[in-house]
């Protein structure tokens, strides 16, 4: 299988989001390649998964701290990202990705795997299809699929699947604020001590070196890559796109928004 890979670039929280949902809409109609992205974060952010409830989230403290909560498209708990590795991959269900929702996260840890292991983490994958925690967390809890290194879990992925296709977005935390999340989460303090930054666990970490190893992970795996960019026209379906994603305006903005 043919796919494109968009190498790291950071972006701002609501034109990630978006960007990622412009790319779904075109693979899905085959307009380009099913695609494998990776992306950093302009500024400290929230994401929700899409079902998640912002109650779950502090938000005067965001409000007041200028931090964006944004709402991804796939599911899942929250995430507070910035300085992160950020993934995404779209692809029509055809091919190696004819099978459930499992089938495709086994596909996707298995190439992560390799990459850990050829930067020398000898990382895991979960089996079990059953959650443990009910965390509003991402990273206090643990599913299907996801890898885990020292058991502690060090990439948090969600799946959102259509009729024709799937997208599937993930984080790799490099470091890790656990102030910060105590303030911005409404959960128990002590999760934030579960959550882990891959830097404090395997200091060697580099983004670049191992944003080379996937694409070596993959050539493994069986597919043929392409590096190219964005299209042109995916960029401005995902600017069209960004309001969709926020879902706690600035209170200038919020000040600016007139009453009927």
């Known amino acids: 299988m043919l796919i494109r890979f968009i190498e790291f670039q950071k972006f701002d929280p609501y034109l990630n989001m978006a960007i990622d949902e412009s790319i779904s809409f075109f693979v899905r109609q085959s307009r380009v390649l099913p695609t494998f992205r990776l992306y950093g974060w302009n500024k400290k952010a929230i994401t929700i998964g899409e079902f998640q409830k912002i109650e779950e989230i502090n938000q005067d403290f965001c409000l007041n701290h200028e931090i964006p909560i944004v709402r991804r498209p796939t599911g899942g708990k929250g995430i507070l990202h910035y300085d992160d590795f950020t993934y995404s991959f779209c692809c029509k269900k055809e091919g190696k990705f004819r ?29 079990e299809k059953k959650s443990y925690n009910k965390s509003s967390l991402c990273f206090a809890r643990s599913s299907f699929g996801e890898i885990s290194f020292q058991n502690i879990k060090i990439i948090g992925s969600a799946q959102k699947r259509w009729v024709d296709g799937f997208l599937q977005q993930g984080t790799i935390p490099v470091t890790v604020d656990r102030d910060l999340l105590r303030r911005v989460f409404l959960c128990n303090p002590d999760e934030a001590d579960r959550v882990f930054g891959i830097k404090e666990l395997f200091k060697d970490f580099d983004i670049e070196i191992f944003q080379e190893q996937i694409k070596k992970a993959l050539k493994e795996e069986g597919f043929e890559i392409v590096v190219e960019p964005l299209q042109e026209e995916e960029f401005v379906l995902a600017q069209s796109l960004q309001q969709k994603h926020q879902v706690l305006c600035s209170r200038i903005e919020m000040q600016q928004i007139q009453p009927y």
């Open 99 to 127: 099978g459930n929702l499992f089938k495709t996260y086994e596909i996707i840890s298995r190439i992560f795997l390799k990459a850990f292991s050829l930067v020398g983490i000898s990382a895991e994958i979960r089996k």
